[in-house]
């Protein structure tokens, strides 16, 4: 399993103290989720931040935007060190071309949909992409109630995506934690981002360890 712990529920005034705690421990990417007060009814941080947590980690930044028109920040992003940019389905009028420019950019794309977008949307676009996030809460904020019909929805892709041979990843995210791990993982999901679970903990990297290993 991948482990992405996501920034947005770490101690800010902390955090370079944060970026090397996960360095040092068992998690596989950065989790970065960026926010414009439009898309979603929050706004958390964008360039600037990520360009300084890019000087303290070699790990791969997974760079989630939550914004309308990302098209026009995709170059900004892969000149702040996004490995990963994904973009909203529901944000996305041209999301084909969006998606190659992303790819032009030397980045992963990645497609992500909201709870209530059917994974048979994503039909003609997988075999372009190299993962999907498959919101497990309402885009926004941390902290909330893990979607339990998001396991369906894992299993669904998951299946179509195997049917077909292709290397696309499914990344699951919000109100993941030690309790959904091991369903998750048996569903067929590959990444798991975690902020509260991760950063409110008392022991952050035992509770990366355990989700890496879904030994919860
Ligand atoms: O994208 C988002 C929220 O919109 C997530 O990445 C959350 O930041 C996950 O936080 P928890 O639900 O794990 O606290």
């Not at 770490?10 to 970065?32: G, K, P, T, V, Y």
């Not at 997988?126 to 498959?134: Q, S, T, Y």
């Not at 179509?160 to 699951?172: A, M, P, S, T, Y």
């Not at 798991?192 to 903990?201: I, K």
Request: with cysteine; proline share 5%; hydrophobic share 45%.
């Amino acid at each position: 399993m991948i482990v992405a712990p996501s920034l947005l529920a770490s101690n800010f005034l902390h955090l370079e103290a944060e970026a090397r705690m996960l360095n040092e421990s068992e998690a596989d990417w950065f989790h970065l989720d960026v926010m414009d007060g439009r898309f979603v009814n929050n706004i958390s941080f964008g360039l600037p931040i990520i360009q300084q947590l890019r000087k303290t980690t070699q790990k791969l930044f997974d760079v989630h935007l939550m914004i309308e028109e990302p098209e026009k920040y995709a170059e900004a992003f892969a000149r702040a060190g996004a490995d990963i940019l994904t973009v909203h389905y529901e944000a996305c009028r041209h999301l084909h071309r969006n998606i190659q420019q992303i790819r032009d950019l030397g980045m992963i794309p990645g497609v992500a949909i909201n709870p209530h977008t059917p994974v048979q949307l994503l039909q003609d676009i997988l075999p372009d992409i190299g993962m999907v996030l498959v919101m497990s809460v309402n885009p926004g904020f941390g902290g909330q109630s893990f979607i339990p019909h998001t396991y369906q929805k894992v299993k669904t892709l998951r299946q179509r995506i195997d049917q077909f041979g292709l290397d696309v990843k499914i990344e699951i995210d919000g109100g993941v934690d030690l309790s959904n791990a091991r369903q998750l993982s048996e569903a067929g999901a590959h990444v798991l981002v975690a902020g509260s679970a991760v950063f409110h903990a008392p022991d952050p990297r035992q509770v990366i360890s355990s989700l890496k290993h879904c030994d919860a």
